[in-house]
């Protein structure tokens, strides 16, 4: 349990953070990082994915700090966030792990062997989808990278580009027409990329 002095800090804390003082940040950061970071991992057990969840949480708080309206206490708020990134950990590993599963009964029923050249394929594809996003307006590429990428949300990322959400929507469906499109030639490559 806080004491009264300790949250009064806190909340002092958070005043100067919301007028961008970087040191109100750092000092926030040293104190509450390490704890969510051992939070995260002892659900995800990956070290890397519980890194990414404390720097998103950290970016998340930057980002939004002059609009930050935390009425109980900072601890609370930011383990509420680790949270539900959490769970959408879980969820993209869970979908994730169904169409990997899909994909090699997929293989299996159709007695498709991937050939070596098929696996160096697969090194060059990286470059080629870059360079077909790069023909994307800049909008249409954000919203897919955000997405493929970045692994955010819908609504991450309508929040972070201020557009609608269906609005993201319409513009990952025309990155993917596109690229199905143009890596029509990449057999199951290009399946194995959209999982």
């Known amino acids: 349990m806080k004491d009264s002095t300790t949250i009064s800090n806190e909340k002092h804390l958070l005043t100067s953070l919301k007028s961008g003082d970087e040191k109100s940040f750092n000092l926030l950061y040293h104190t509450y990082a390490k704890k969510l970071l ?19 949480i950290f970016e998340s708080i930057w980002k939004k700090r002059e609009d930050l309206n935390i009425d109980g206490s900072f601890q609370h708020y930011i383990f509420g966030i680790a949270k539900h990134k959490i769970l959408n950990y879980f969820r993209s590993e869970k979908v994730r792990k169904k169409y990997v599963d899909h994909f090699n009964l997929f293989l299996a029923q159709y007695d498709i062997t991937p050939s070596v050249q098929d696996f160096i394929n697969l090194q060059d594809l990286k470059t080629i989808i870059h360079e077909e996003l790069e023909m994307l307006p800049n909008k249409c590429k954000e919203a897919f990278m955000r997405s493929r990428f970045d692994h955010k949300s819908l609504d991450e990322i309508a929040d972070i580009m ?3 959400k269906r ?29």
């Open 38 to 56: 051992e939070f995260s991992y002892s659900f995800t057990k990956n070290k890397i994915s519980s890194e990414e969840i404390v720097q998103d």
């Open 162 to 164: 201020g557009i609608s």
């Open 167 to 195: 609005t993201v929507e319409n513009y990952i469906t025309q990155a993917l027409k596109h690229l199905r499109i143009k890596l029509k030639d990449y057999y199951w490559i290009v399946i194995l990329f959209f999982i």
